[in-house]
T-cell receptor
Framework: DAGVIQSPRHEVTEMGQEVTLRCKPI?????LFWYRQTMMRGLELLIY????????DSGMPEDRFSAKMPNASFSTLKIQPSEPRDSAVYLC??????????????FGPGTRLLVL | AQSVTQLDSHVSVSEGTPVLLRCNYS??????LFWYVQHPNKGLQLLLK??????LVKGINGFEAEFKKSETSFHLTKPSAHMSDAAEYFCFMDTGRRALTFGSGTRLQVQP
C-alpha cells in the first residue's frame, strides 16, 4: 500500500484566497484525522471522521475551516478565506477501528501551507 | 480530565549514550499509549504502542517503553543513541472512542 497520500505537499497562497488540501487514506481504513502543526501551538487535532461521517470537529479553529469526506478514499480540508496565521503543516492520518482498543494511526507526509 | 505531559521539550544526548524521553498521562479510563517519531519535513511514524498487554513494549529502531500504572508514566528509552534518532517525539493517548490526547513533543538532539 502507498500509505496515506496528501496533496499538495507545499502550497503558497495569498491572504484571502481559498485553499483546499487533499488526503487519500489507506485503503480499508475507516477513520480519518486532520491535524495542524505549528511551532507555536504544536500538534492540534482539527477533526476526525468515521466511515465518512464527521465525529468530532471541536478542534476546527473557526468557520473559515471546513472538512468533507465524500467517500471512503478521499477527504478535503478547505480554508476560505485564508489568513497568514493559517500557515502550518497540515497532517492527515488514517486508522482502522478495533474492538480491542485503539489502533495505530498512519500519517501522511503533510502539506506545508504558507499564506502570505 | 484526560491529559498527556511530555516533561521535556528538548533532550540532548551524546551518540552511544542512553535516551530517556518522559511521558506522563492522566486518565479516568484504561488508556492505550503510543510513541510517534517525526523526522524533519516528514509525517509521524509509529515507534511503539501499549494496549493493555505486556507493560514493557518494544518498538522499532531499538526503542522501548514501559507502562507504569502506579506512576502514570510511559517513558521511552533506548540504550544507545544514534545520530539518526535526532527527531521530534510525540506521546499519544487514546482512551477509547478515539478520545485522543497528545503531548507537546520532545525534540531529541544527538551530539557526535
Amino acid at each position: 500500500d502507498a500509505g496515506v497520500i496528501q496533496s499538495p505537499r507545499h502550497e503558497v497562497t495569498e491572504m484571502g484566497q481559498e485553499v483546499t488540501l487533499r488526503c487519500k487514506p489507506i485503503s480499508g481504513h475507516d477513520y480519518l484525522f486532520w491535524y495542524r502543526q505549528t511551532m507555536m501551538r504544536g500538534l492540534e487535532l482539527l477533526i476526525y471522521f468515521n466511515n465518512n461521517v464527521p465525529i468530532d470537529d471541536s478542534g476546527m479553529p473557526e468557520d473559515r475551516f471546513s472538512a468533507k469526506m465524500p467517500n471512503a478514499s478521499f477527504s478535503t480540508l478547505k480554508i476560505q478565506p485564508s489568513e497568514p496565521r493559517d500557515s502550518a503543516v497540515y497532517l492527515c492520518a488514517s486508522s482502522l477501528s478495533s474492538l480491542a482498543g485503539a489502533e495505530t494511526q498512519y500519517f501522511g507526509p503533510g502539506t506545508r501551507l504558507l499564506v502570505l | 480530565a484526560q491529559s498527556v505531559t511530555q516533561l521535556d521539550s528538548h533532550v540532548s544526548v551524546s551518540e552511544g549514550t542512553p535516551v530517556l524521553l518522559r511521558c506522563n498521562y492522566s486518565s479516568s479510563y484504561s488508556p492505550s499509549l503510543f510513541w510517534y517519531v517525526q523526522h524533519p519535513n516528514k509525517g509521524l511514524q509509529l515507534l511503539l504502542k501499549y494496549t493493555s498487554a505486556a507493560t514493557l513494549v518494544k518498538g522499532i529502531n531499538g526503542f522501548e517503553a514501559e507502562f507504569k500504572k502506579s506512576e502514570t508514566s510511559f517513558h521511552l528509552t533506548k540504550p544507545s543513541a544514534h545520530m539518526s534518532d535526532a527527531a521530534e517525539y510525540f506521546c499519544f493517548m487514546d482512551t477509547g472512542r478515539r478520545a485522543l490526547t497528545f503531548g507537546s513533543g520532545t525534540r531529541l538532539q544527538v551530539q557526535p
